[in-house]
Each structure stands twice: as structure tokens, then as C-alpha cells.
């Protein structure tokens, strides 16, 4: 079809409620029972086959209930990586041939089986295996996802629409063209929708693409796949591979027609990938496109003239939902003593009335920390702290592994704004508490900016519009997403595009038209209507050089 079409135009997914009683309620409950009564098989999805990953068999638990096993999965091995991307490559080209309406209208497909038929699927897969709350699962999948899909759209044909001037005589193009080779989309265990949006971002654009997902998200990975294919995405287009992913270094990082990585997750993760492709950078048929989210330490300041309520609040949910395991979630905080005093008590009475346990019971306000790997690494901060004579834990601070991976939300009071608590990661459910003398504003800001060397999310907390306009200026580089009076969490897709800089990634913007780009090599096509025939002419104004 030759018809120059509008895509429909996005509108953010509303989140439904769950209150007690609600349709949506039974619905979800309902397929919470069903999807923990079954043992899946978990196959990797290989040219649109799927086949058990050839190495250990590994199990999905409930992380808030660490004997409610889920299903069993294989680990990739190189031969499995191999596979997957020949059949990227292998379904490439039938891929890029086909118009953007027809891949568009794949994802937008998606998009409505997810905010229809699929929607409790994907919410208790992600409540169970991941251990979110339902309102926690709810603005993940289904709706960040079902605005990815809707919104990576409408800034795709945005791009297409970018078309150069013309002189006279001349038609300029541009043709976006997909990458050559195969995208490596590497997903974190947060978020069932970055996981979602890792691959077929790139696939929207054109792309063929291997996606890992982590083995601690594989059941809503899995399901993910599923939907897409109920979507009508051609078998090849996104291949999943399940596992930890030592054989997809092995083999697909250094593979030659290694085209890009759509990475998010740990910096750690993100640098040895970088490392790995810097160390084969001769090997590629092109230069690798390297985009990667990754950690964050991020603050809320608060401000004298803050209101207590709105501090106590995002303090709260900006450090706790989640269990802390947002990217964006607040790990330190830094209150001027005067406003100190005023909320410390009901502030701290808000914490410890947090309720934490099995995700099935609505009443809770948190669940588990993933695995066994994040409970350490929380309770040896912990342990730390506590031995720590220049620290002081005023909430919180129980760990349990008894049942399931239980850290309490736990409040830590740091006299010295220098202390390494402020700059490491710990990616659970542990802030940080500075209380500065309110004449230091200024040198607040200053110094909670360079002490960390991540730059993904902060918050200030203020009424005063000059301490506002200090902090959003001297803050500049501090966080690739700033928020003023609200928690540094709960960005919404087309509202305020995700991501950060310095160690925290690429900062290209998950869900906007900067990622998308990233996915396309643009060909610029020239062509002249009635060519000159003369070798030389030194009166004829010819632009071109
Ligand atoms: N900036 C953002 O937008 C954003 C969003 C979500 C999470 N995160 C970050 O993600 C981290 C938490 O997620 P995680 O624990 O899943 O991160 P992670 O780095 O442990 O794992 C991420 C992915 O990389 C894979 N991986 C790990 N080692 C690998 C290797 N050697 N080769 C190939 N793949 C490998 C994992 O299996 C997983 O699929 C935190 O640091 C958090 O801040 C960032
Ligand atoms: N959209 C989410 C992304 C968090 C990443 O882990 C937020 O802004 O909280």
C-alpha cells in the first residue's frame, strides 16, 4: 500500500486499582492461583521454535516464597547463542522488507492484547516471579509496556517523517535504514516492560535481535514472548535466550555481525560488555551501537522551606516501593536539621509501619529482594552499618531468608556526607540519611552532586522557587531524570523519557525517538532531475563540491 498513514495517537495506559471487591481483583487472583499452581517449562524461543536451553536446568521460585517453585528453564549454551542469532540473521532480511505500518501494527497489536486479554497474565507472572505488589505489577506490565509498544510507534514515524530540504531540481531522501547484523537486547529482572521494550525497540526499527532476559524474570519473559507471537511477530524476528548469559558473551559478543547492544542493568554488567566489544573492535562489520541504562544512586534534597508531607511521602515511596529495586529508587536523602526535627518521628513511624510478606496478600506494601545474591549484598550493608560507630540505623535493618528474600525498609542516619554508603549501590530497600545545618544549602547540593558517580534520578523538595531554580541549576548533571516536589520514581513513558548519565548509561532515553534512532543507519539519497553534462564550467554555481 502506497498511502502515506498517520499512526494512532498515544494515550498512556491507565493503571487500575484492585480494590477489594473489583472485577479486575477476581480477574487477577484468579490467574495469580493458576499460573502458581502450574510448573512451566521454560524453552528459549529460537526462529519461532522453542527448545530447552542446553545446559543447567535452573528454577524460577517465588522470591517471597522461596519453596513455591514456578518452572525450570536451561541454561543457553554456545551452541544454543549460535542458533539464535543465525536465526536473527537468517530473518532479517523478510524483516526490513516489510513496510513500517506492517511491523508498527504488530506492536500495536501487542499493546492492546496486553492492555486486554493479557493484561492479568503478565501482572501475576511479574507479581510472582519478580515478587511485586499488583499496584507495583500493574504500572510495569501491563502499562509501561503497553506504552512502550503505543508510544515507540508514534516517535518512529516521527523519524521517518524527518526528510531533508530539496533545492531546485533535486529530491533529497532519507532512508532509515535498520542496522546490518543482529541487535544483543540484555534485559535486568526489575521491570517485565524494559525487558519488554529491549528487543523490540530495535525490532520496530527494522532489526532482528537476540534477547536475554534475566534468569530471575524468565517466567514474564517467557510469557512476553508468547504474547508477541499471539501479536503476529514472524518467527526469527526476536529470539529469547534464557540464562545467565556467560555463553551469549562468549559467542554473540564477539560474533562479527554483532550490530548493537540494548543493555539495561548493573554497570558493572554494562562495562564488561563495553570492554569486551572495545577489546574486538576490529572483528565487527560495523561499529557496534553500544546504548546502556544502568545504576543509579539517587537522592532526594530536601530544602528548608520543603513541605514535611510531601518529604515524608517521597521519601517513603521513593525509597521503598519495590523494595528499593527501582533504578530510579532514593538511597540517600539530605534533610536541613530544622525540617529534620519537625518530620523525623513521623517519618520514621511511616517506615515501620511498612508491611512486608507474600505478594497474594493485597494488604502488603512490599514484597521479597529477588534472589539470594541481593539479600546478601543488603544484609552485609547492613551488617556494616551496624558495626559501623559513625552510622546509626534508626528503622528497619531485620533481615529473614527463612521463607523468602525479606529485608526489612531500613533507615540509616550518616553524620559524614562523604561515607561510602552515598556512592554505593546497594539496590535495596536502604536509605541513607543526612541531616546538614540549613545555612549549607548550597554546599549541600554541591557536594551531593560530585560524591557519587552515577546521575540517573534525584528529587528536590522545596517551596521556596529560588532554592528550586539553585538546585535544578546546580544539579544539572546530577540526574538524567529530576523531579521537584515528587519521589524520584514512577517516570512515565512520553511524559518523562528515562535514563542518566555519567556511570548511570548512554542516557538515550528508553521510549523516545533518541533510543529508536540509535536503531536505525540513515542512507541519504540524492537525486537530480536533469543532470549537468558539462566537465566544467567556471560560471555555473554548482553547490556540490
Ligand atoms: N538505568 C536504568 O534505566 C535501569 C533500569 C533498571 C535497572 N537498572 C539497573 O539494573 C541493575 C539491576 O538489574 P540486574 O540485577 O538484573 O543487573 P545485572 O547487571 O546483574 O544483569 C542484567 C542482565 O545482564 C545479564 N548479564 C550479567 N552478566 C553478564 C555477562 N557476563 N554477559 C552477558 N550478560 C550478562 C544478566 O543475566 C541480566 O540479563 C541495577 O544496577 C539497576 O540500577 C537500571
Ligand atoms: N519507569 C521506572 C523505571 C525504573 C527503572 O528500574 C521509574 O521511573 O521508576
Redo the contacts with the bound molecule.
Sequence with gaps: MDAVTQVPLPVNEPPQGYAPGSAERARLEARLASIAGEYATLPMTVGGVQRMGGGERIEVEQPHHRAAKLGVFGNATGEDVRLAVDAALKAAPAWRELSFDDRAAIFLRAADLLAGPWRETLAAATMLGQSKTAQQAEIDAPCELVDFWRWNVHFARQILEQQPVSGPGVWNRSDHRPLEGFVLA??????TA?AGNLPTAPALMGNTVVW??????TLSAWYTMRLLEAAGLPPGVVNLVT????A??QVA?THPELAGIH????????Q??WQTVGANIGGYRAYPRLVG????KDFVVAHPSADPAVLRTALVRGAFEYQG????AASRAYVPRSLWREVKDEFLADVRGLTAGDVTDFSNFMGAL?DD??FARNRDAIGRARNDHSLDIVAGGHCDDAIGWFVSPTVVMVSDPRHEIFST?L?GPVLAVHVYEDARWEQTLDQLAAVSPYA?TGAVIARDRAAIATATRRLRFAAGNFYVNDKPTGAVVGQQP???GRA??TNDK?GSPLNLLRWTSPRSIKETFVAPTYLDNPYSPDQSS
Excluded: V
Aim: hydrophobic share 30%; charged share 15%; proline share 6%.
Design positions: 540484555i534485559t535486568p529482572f526489575n521491570f524494559i536475554k532476559p534475566s534468569p530471575t524474570q540464562g545467565d548469559g556467560q551469549l558473551s559478543l543493555f539495561t542493568g548493573s554497570t558493572r554488567t554494562f564488561h560488555l541504562e544502568t545504576g543509579g529495586q527501582k533504578c530510579s529477588i545474591r541481593a549501590e539496590f540517573l528515562f535514563g542518566g548511570s548509561g528508553a
